[in-house]
Structures are given as C-alpha cells and as structure tokens.
C-alpha cells in the first residue's frame, strides 16, 4: 500500500499561540498583512466552552484538510491542482488561471485567492521540505509539539496511534471527502 501522508494537531497541547501560521508565512514568503485572514494558509478558530468557573479554551488550526476524495481537483477546469500519490493536494501554478472555481467547493473555505499573482493560494504540506525528508515547516516551529506528521497508512506510525488511542476526528466527514487532517479533542478538565 502507498504512503499517506496526513497530519494530527493534539487539541489537549495546541495553546492556541498562532506559531503554526507564522511559520507558513515565513516558509512561503507570505507578506500580506496579518491581519488578513483570508490571506493565510492557516487559519486559528478559537472557541470558548463551557461556563464560569469551568471556561475552557478550544483552539482549531484550520488548514488544507488534503482531502482523500478532493473536490478541488474534481473541480479545477485546467487541472492546476492535483491529488500526489503519497496524499498531499498541490497546486501547478502555471496552469493556474485565477478562475477561483476551487475556492467555491472546498468545504473547509481553506483556498485563497492572491489577486496581486493571479493564482489561488493554500496548504501544499510544504512538498518541497517531505521530497527533501523533512517535516512541513509548521510541525517544526510548534511550540507545543502539538502537530505531529506522518503516513495515515501505517499502522505502526507514531500518527496512527495517536489517532487511534485518542479517538482523534476529521472535520465535517459528512460532506465525504475524507480528510488527511485528524484532530485529537482535550481530555475532559479534572475537577479541583
Ligand atoms: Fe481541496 Fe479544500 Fe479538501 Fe484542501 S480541504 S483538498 S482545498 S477540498
């Protein structure tokens, strides 16, 4: 079986720190202003839960999920964005026309579009570092070791086990594309 490279954020250490984002700024020479959101291939979804005194904070990086069944690529009239065989969903900027029709279908809304360049813009799960043998620049630069990478497919992966001994989950599996991107919920707040 091929590799499927897919990426785990532990919701019980993510501090919510936006460190992640700053990091895929810096790797792909993102300049737009911060505060831009529609202008980052990450995005931060903090969400407060529960109630006084028990508050807790639920922090959500949203990133391209790199969908098994993509409705990017379905969707793409020039076949600019193509499904890897070792997972990633990347983008042939060449054949990229601006048409934004992707942008439309994604479920998640993780596709921007960068009118100075004419082109879309999104999470490639930094190809050019995993053909080098290196993890995206993100799962590096967490400060709490809260992004862990690797192949969805091996069941002896470090990734596997954690998605499997936490009972990790994939945004909105209703819309059936099968998402590369798990997320493994806090445990339940102990009482004091
Ligand atoms: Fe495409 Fe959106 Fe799925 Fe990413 S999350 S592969 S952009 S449909």
Redesign the pocket.
Known sequence: MSKRLGLLIDQERCIGCEACTVACRIENNNTAPWILVETQNTLQKDTPEGSFPELRMNFLPR?????AN????DSCPRGA?I?REDGP?VLDEGKCDGCQV?IG???????HFNQDRNVIE??HFCVHRIDQGLEPFCVVCCEGQAIYFGDLNDPKSEISKIIALRKAFQLKPEKG?N?S?YYSPPKPKRRL
Do not use: F, G, R
């Open positions: 990133l391209c999920n790199h969908c993509p409705p990017c690529v964005l499904k969903v992707c279908v994604c479920p998640y809304h993780v596709i999104k999470c594309t998402p991107v």
